[in-house]
Structures are given as structure tokens and as C-alpha cells.
């Protein structure tokens, strides 16, 4: 009788637990105390942080930033993308929507506007708020943060200004000459008042890519090729109003080696071949399991592979910049 109360005791503390940190998905209700599956599954959604090898300076011989795209029409970044969340339609009376999501695991951009709305990841602009054309967000110059002892809900400029970065407006209301309102639609002085428009936001189904500033490096120390992400972005479609797609936006960059791993360290993704080994995305990202390109490396000119290749030459100058680093690497332990 105690080890069924001290069992019972446990799994409600680690579901509480659990809840504490990431507020994400758990297979244990805590108002009843039922499992989900077989057990509990506490490892990933209690997991500490295991922190980056110390690097000093005088350790790096030789390294390279790269800039890389995962895309998410590849199988094999399926973790990535699903599974896919939505809203559900404005309240005739409130306004406000429902976020719906899975109830055992979410997908990555799921987990970035959680805490995006939370204030455990801060935003950074992926282009100069004054001066639109200058596209240097990936150097994270330009954060968009509430003023200090406000968040989200208590500062309504924050909340205008990152609006832009997780949703849209709606068309624009139909002329009022060509439809019939109600007399409530005009002010005081008789003028036609359009109604609001409504805020569209964004859902995982309208990511296609995620990319990644990441620097290779020699470390003489640990004698180790190694790599460290230090950011990401979500990239979709830009669309008109009719629906044409026109091109990619990147939405904005968020700082992976301090803000992003401790919010990914303890979240689900899934493993197609085995349910009782799922990683959590910080291991996804660490042990490099999604499938990439690169778009561009650091060169005399600042210029992406976009504005000297095409079409398959590009993957092709991709796969040659990829051989080139591993070809360093064999080169130092050859003798």
C-alpha cells in the first residue's frame, strides 16, 4: 500500500514537474493521475541542459560560418513540421480564438510561439526597422522586447510589433458602396467606419523552412571538428492577396545557443523507428539528424550561392562547400 502511494505521489510530482517547465505536452493528467501509455515518460520534459565544451580563442586554428536551409518537404525533416496546430474561428462576441495542438508532442514552430508569447525567446528582426532593405537580422542587431517588467499580455506596443512577426491581416473589408451594412457601421457624423480586420495567424502548415547560422571550427584543444548553431529562422511562403506565391520571407531569427536549447531541451520529437527512444529537439539539432543545404558561407563579396548559381548548380556549389570542410578535417589526421 505505500509503494502504490508513494508511486502515485511520484508521478504527479514529475507530471507537475514537467508542466513547470515547458507547460508542454506529458502523457499523465494531472487531475487524474492516469498514464498515457505504460509509463511516464519524465526523461525529456525534466532533462537538464548539457552545456557547450568551453572554447577559448587562442584554441580555434581554423573555422567557417555557413548559412543553411532545412527543407521541410524532405521526408526526413517530417519531425520538424508535424504535427500541425490550428485556430479555431474568432468569437462573434470576444473575438478571440482557440490555439488547438497535439496532445502529446508539438512541432517546432508550435514550440517557438509558445514561448515567444511567454517571453522565454526574444525576436529578433530579420531586417533594420528603420531601414527596411538592410537585411542583417542573422547578426541579432535588431530584438523586439517589451519594456522592462512587461510582457506579452501588459504591453500592448510589444504585442502590436510582434503581431507582424506571428500573423497577418486580413483582406481589406469589401467597399461599402458595393454591399449593404447596418447603420451601426457609420460614426457620428454619418462616415462609413470599415470594420476591423482580422488577424490571420500563423501555422505550422505555412513554415516550409527553417534556417541556420552555424559556425565550423577546428578546437586544437579537443583536437575536434566541431559546430556550433547560433541562430534559426522560420521561413514561409510570400504570398499577395490573391494567394500567388511571389517568393520566401524569412520571419525572424531567435538565438539558439542560449535561448533556444534550453526551450527545446524538453520537448518530444518523434523517432519513426522506435517509440520508446524520442530525442528532444536540442538532440535533434546536436546530433544533426534533419537534412540541409547551404545557401551561402562567409566570402570576400557577402554574397549567397543564390546570386552567382542556379537550379542544380546551386546544390551543387552546396555539396562542394560541404566536401570542402570535410576534406579539412581528413587532412588533419592524415599523415
Known amino acids: ?83 500541425l496546430d490550428e485556430f479555431t474561428n474568432p468569437d462573434p462576441e470576444t473575438g478571440e480564438v482557440d490555439w488547438i495542438r497535439n496532445d502529446n508532442r508539438w512541432s517546432l514552430w508550435t514550440i517557438m510561439r509558445q514561448h515567444i508569447l511567454s517571453g522565454d525567446l526574444t525576436v529578433y528582426s530579420d531586417y533594420n526597422p528603420v531601414r527596411n532593405s538592410v537585411k542583417d537580422g542573422d547578426m541579432f542587431k535588431y530584438p523586439i522586447m517589451p519594456e522592462p517588467g512587461k510582457n506579452y499580455s501588459t504591453d500592448s506596443v510589444y504585442r502590436e510589433d510582434l503581431l507582424y512577426y506571428l500573423a497577418k491581416l486580413g483582406p481589406e473589408p469589401i467597399d461599402p458602396l458595393l454591399n449593404q451594412y447596418q447603420e451601426d457601421s457609420m460614426d457620428v457624423n454619418g462616415n462609413f467606419v470599415y470594420p476591423p480586420r482580422d488577424t490571420l495567424w500563423f501555422t505550422s502548415k505555412d513554415i516550409i523552412q527553417y534556417r541556420l547560422k552555424e559556425d565550423w571550427f577546428f578546437d586544437k584543444q579537443r583536437s575536434v571538428l566541431d559546430v556550433r548553431i547560433l541562430g534559426i529562422a522560420p521561413v ?95 587532412d588533419v589526421w592524415s599523415y
Open 1 to 83: 500500500m505505500k509503494n502504490l502511494v508513494l508511486c502515485t505521489i511520484l508521478i504527479f510530482s514529475l507530471s507537475t514537474f514537467a508542466q513547470e517547465i515547458n507547460g508542454g505536452p506529458i502523457n499523465s493528467r494531472t487531475k487524474t493521475g492516469v498514464i498515457d501509455g505504460v509509463y511516464l515518460k519524465s526523461n525529456i520534459p525534466t532533462k537538464r541542459l548539457i552545456p557547450y565544451e568551453h572554447v577559448r580563442e587562442a584554441d580555434v586554428i581554423w573555422s567557417k560560418r555557413v548559412w543553411r536551409a532545412i527543407d521541410l518537404r524532405e521526408k526526413i525533416n517530417r519531425p520538424l513540421y508535424y504535427p
Open 236 to 330: 514561409r511562403y510570400d504570398k499577395d492577396d490573391n494567394g500567388t506565391i511571389q517568393g520566401t520571407h524569412t520571419m525572424f531569427w531567435l538565438y539558439f545557443p542560449t535561448d533556444c536549447r534550453y526551450v527545446f531541451n524538453n520537448y518530444f520529437v518523434y523517432n519513426e523507428s522506435n517509440g520508446a527512444r524520442w530525442m528532444s529537439f536540442d538532440d535533434y539539432f546536436m546530433k544533426r539528424r534533419f537534412s540541409s543545404f547551404i545557401y551561402k558561407e562567409e566570402n570576400v563579396y557577402d554574397r549567397s550561392v543564390e546570386k552567382y548559381r542556379v537550379g542544380v548548380d546551386a546544390l551543387m556549389e552546396s555539396q562542394r562547400i560541404t566536401e570542402e570542410i570535410r576534406i579539412l578535417e581528413h
